[in-house]
């Protein structure tokens, strides 16, 4: 295994933003024409922490086609529906992007997320605090820690949980691809539900992207699998390996890039 540990050479990420001081994302930032550029909404996949040049970056090599990173690390659904600037922007993309980011970084009857890290959990509604009595909620500040603990606390009240998830996310996604002026292609980096319940795609099911499918032009799906050990090629400062373990490999930006690249071509030629 080899990366690179550069300590003062750590990466400049350039943050910049688009109309809105509250959603910042990885620069430089880029002058783009209506109509003359490819556009991606995502989370932090998207952005691409630890890789020089993430799978956006890749992309419009591929296209020759400038291609506007709006990823947002840990951002979520709840981040781009607060953000009319922002779906302006990708709005008037000549096709756009859209990751299926997970159901569990938003907003809904049971707890809510912060407006730009969804990933943070604010609390519980009081049906949630109902549901989960036996449950100390100020003992969380992240919303897969919280969830982790009432799969494990009650299966059943949990399932609940989750399906308040789902639909959630469905209604959110069809108003996020309704503002969207363009083409769009959904993203869905798919992970397998292997050993544990928060291992559900996100939540994410494949009736619920074929749900989308009166909205969308394409509907690209590719295996997500995260670095783990494998940080070849990576710029992962010392004390940040293990954040890095959960982020996507170079070589997983690379197959996305190439995914993307053969899903778009048709829908840029249209």
Same mark, same amino acid.
């Given at each position: ?81 607060? =953000? ?39 609390? +519980? ?9 036996? *449950? #100390? ?43 969207? /002026? ?14 544990? +319940? ?15 499918? #009166?909205?969308? /032009?394409?509907?690209?799906? *590719? ?6 050990? #494998? ?29 993307? =690249? ?9």
């Amino acid at each position: 295994m080899r990366y690179d540990v550069p300590g003062a050479k750590a990466l400049d990420y350039q943050s910049c933003n688009y109309g809105t001081r509250r959603l910042w994302f990885r620069g430089p930032q880029r002058q783009v024409e209506p109509g003359a550029y490819v556009a991606i909404l995502g989370g932090s996949e998207v952005y691409g922490k630890y890789v020089a040049r993430p799978f956006p970056d890749l992309l419009e090599d591929r296209l020759g086609l400038p291609v506007l990173n709006l990823g947002v690390m840990n951002g979520g659904l709840d981040a781009f529906l607060h =953000a009319p600037q922002i779906l302006a922007l990708a709005g008037a993309a000549r096709v756009t992007v859209v990751q299926a980011t997970g159901a569990q970084a938003l907003s809904n009857r049971y707890y809510r997320v912060h407006r730009r890290r969804n990933d943070r959990f604010l609390g +519980p509604s009081p049906a949630l605090s109902a549901l989960f009595r036996e *449950v #100390d909620f100020t003992d969380f500040s992240f919303t897969r820690h919280m969830l982790s603990t009432l799969a494990m606390v009650s299966p059943d009240r949990y399932a609940l949980v989750r399906d308040e998830l789902r639909a959630a996310w469905s209604a959110r996604m069809r108003l996020l691809l309704r503002d969207l /002026a363009c083409p769009v292609a959904v993203l869905w980096l798919r992970e397998d539900a292997v050993s544990h +319940p928060l291992r559900e795609a996100g939540f994410i099911g494949a009736d619920m992207i074929d749900d989308l499918s #009166d909205r969308v /032009a394409q509907v690209v799906e *590719v295996p997500l699998i995260r670095a783990g050990d #494998d940080l070849e090629g990576m710029i992962v400062p010392e004390l940040e390996i293990p954040a890095a373990r959960r982020m996507l490999s170079l070589a997983a930006h690379r197959d996305i890039a190439g995914a993307l =690249a053969e899903a778009l071509g048709p829908l840029l030629r249209a």
